[in-house]
């Protein structure tokens, strides 16, 4: 099993539509947690950090549920602009001096006219 | 402010060469990343240096060494090149080993033939 799963999509929405990401990771010990956004061909940059008590930045929102060990994104108010490829990422705290980041194959987002 | 930078941006090399992708950060940051990224696998970390003078194996790091020459610049090699390691390589950088977010720099698009 993948230690971070996504469902790969692609996600096909209308502009103006609400679209869910969903995210699962396998390892409890995980302690934080990221979206990255890529486009195509392009680097991965930093959407947003997760939070447990859950996090808003403009249209979009990221929620945690360590129980359940699942992630979301959720973007309101889809624009053409948002099209690109989600990356779930799972950071998990080593003893030593450095931590490393897990990423999730990434799901596709397109937004259409 | 260019960020990371990575050179090349593309290569091809035959079987059994050998070559060093070079990556610079001018963000005086402390740790620097190598991944690879190839179809429906996700970033992969094939070394980390958490800070100027340590070196780590990241999840896969047969083929590959590395150099962290100063605080600004980490190095991957490989010495023999196999048609496995065909992929994007990016490099990456933070604050620290801990820290959000990591920057990326825009990739090398390395073939082995």
């Known amino acids: 099993r993948k230690e971070v799963e996504q469902d790969p999509g692609p996600f096909n929405v209308p502009e103006g539509a609400t679209v869910a990401f969903n995210c699962t990771y396998s390892?409890?010990?995980?302690?934080?947690f990221f979206w990255y956004r890529q486009d195509c061909r392009k680097e991965p940059k930093l959407l947003m950090s997760?939070?447990?008590s859950g996090n808003e930045d403009g249209r979009f929102t990221a929620q945690l549920n360590r129980a359940s060990q699942y992630i979301s994104l959720l973007i309101r108010d889809s624009k053409l602009s948002d099209s690109a490829t989600y990356l779930c990422?799972?950071?998990?705290?080593?003893?030593?001096?450095?931590?490393?980041?897990?990423f999730g194959t990434g799901t596709r987002l397109q937004v259409t006219l | 402010n260019a960020g990371v930078t990575q050179t090349p941006k593309f290569q091809v090399l035959k079987t059994g060469q050998s070559m060093t992708l070079q990556c610079a950060q001018d963000?005086?940051?402390?740790?620097m990343y190598w991944y690879r990224q190839d179809p429906g696998m996700g970033l992969r970390l094939i070394y980390y240096?958490?800070?100027?003078?340590?070196?780590d194996k990241g999840e896969v790091p047969n083929g590959y060494n590395v150099s962290r020459l100063n605080k600004r610049e980490f190095s991957l090699r490989l010495e023999s090149a196999a048609p496995s390691q065909t992929s994007v390589y990016f490099c990456?950088?933070?604050?620290?080993?801990?820290?959000?977010?990591?920057?990326f720099g825009d990739g090398t698009r390395l073939s082995i033939l």
């Open positions: 997760v939070y447990s």
């Open positions: 990422v799972v950071n998990k705290l080593n003893t030593g001096t450095a931590s490393k980041l897990t």
């Open positions: 240096s958490a800070s100027e003078g340590t070196t």
């Open positions: 963000m005086n940051h402390n740790s």
């Open positions: 390892n409890s010990a995980s302690q934080s």
């Open positions: 990456a950088s933070s604050e620290g080993p801990a820290r959000q977010p990591q920057h």
